[in-house]
């Protein structure tokens, strides 16, 4: 396997094109739209990647409907482009060679609870915010939380996590089966409801996180957790960057089972502060949640006190009551809109990677060095319990020299990452914005995923011009 080039470069066919909006017009009546707005708002918005637009859009309603648009499609080679809530950050919905937009957000039906096997079957479109109101009065809950109310099916196809991956994982572990379309318009189940399996290849975790560039997912099983009979939130204040972090390294190595544990640099408090008008010192901050009977939540917050004593950590602030617990998460997850509002007119670009635990303090510590060097406004924030932050430089996109100043500090963080055996990116997804770091990351093992796409999607109609290389 030494070539990345295996898979064919998609090549548009204007004649094919035509004969499909023709046909999926016909088919769709209502559901196919092909306004300038709405193939705008399908295309990216959130990133500094140029907006490129698909040629129409549908709106699904059933597995029935995918199927018939993917055999379209696939009939007159024309790409197919998933689409969830559009919340992806690295132009993951942006249609470089035009197609179609497949919107699943209409499928968004909780299809079974399964209490006494803690798990759920949803269709793809259900965001995970609608699923936990569903789930309200049984109990149970569904922990991956990315912060933006995304679709289970997007969440899937990023290999989503966020806040409390910390403690319940990421999608690849919560993820039990998923229904997809294939792109010779086939269905497929990836697998039962059994919690294990050894019944050959791995085709759940082959979609997980393979950004629609596989097949389509319109039904997932995922795992769900009891909600625990205690919940408490604190707030802690470090004179460093390196003593929260070192305060996050020896709490994971002891064995705490934290539930979330965000750090957020003295420049995003101050940002969170004037946006959520709190009055937290503008220091490096972490925020943390532990999860379980009362007991032992009071232990663990004796325990995590101690480690932060011990890095100067000072000022914690618990909150056990929902309403105060509510009011501190918001206020975190509010922090890209705070950022937003703190240079208004700027675009948050924002990026994360990922290292071992071991090399967090020093990644984040040089990249705050190229954020002065480069003499830009980038907040960190991140879920450090996995090694894992983001950074969101805020650039006036009209100025080319600030665009260039921030590829550079995240070129250098991506590599650096990479560096320390880690991965340039820990959740956001591969999209457009990271595709030219897959080889440096995994070597021969990209051409192996391009091997793997071509033998499954051999005409490259599935989201072409992602993850893998053209
Ligand atoms: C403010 C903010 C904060 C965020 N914080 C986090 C975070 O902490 N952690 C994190 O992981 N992410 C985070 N994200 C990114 C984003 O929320 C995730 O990437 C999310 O998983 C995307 O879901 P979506 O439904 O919006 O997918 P979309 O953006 O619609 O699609 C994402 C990708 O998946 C494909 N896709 C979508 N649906 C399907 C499907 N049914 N089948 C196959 N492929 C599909 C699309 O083609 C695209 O390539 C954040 C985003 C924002 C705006």
Redesign the pocket.
Known sequence: MNSVSSVSHYSPDHAGLQKALGVLKQRFGELFQDSNALREQHAHT?TYLPLQMPDAVIFAESTQDVQDAIRTCAEYKVPV?????????EG??NAPYGGISID?SRMDKVLKVNSEDLDCVVQ??CTREALNVYLRDTGLFFPID???N??L??????R????NAVRYGTMKDNVVNVT?VMPNGEVIRTAGRAKKTSAGYDLTRLLVG???TL????ELTLKLYGVPENISAGVCQFPSVDAACQTTIQAMQVGIPIARIELLDGLQVKMVNAYSHLDYAEEPTLFVEFHGSNAGVAEQIEFFTEIAAQNGGSGIQWAEKSEDRNRLWKARHNA?FAMLAYRPGASGI?TDACVPISRLAECVAETQKDIAELDLIAPIIG?VGDGNF?CTPLIMMDDKDEVRRAEIMIKRLAERAIAMDGTCTG???V?QGKRKYMELEHGSGWAFMSAIKKAIDPDNIM?PG?VIAD
Not at 81 to 89: D, K, M, N, Q, R
């Open positions: 959130t482009i998933a689409f969830g809530t559009g919340t992806s950050l993951g919905v699943v793809a479109g990315p912060g933006a995304a679709s099916g997007g969440m899937a196809a990023t989503a996590s966020g806040t997809a393979s950004e629609g097949g389509i997912i319109t890209y924002a879920h983001h959740e956001h997804g999209g989201n992602k």
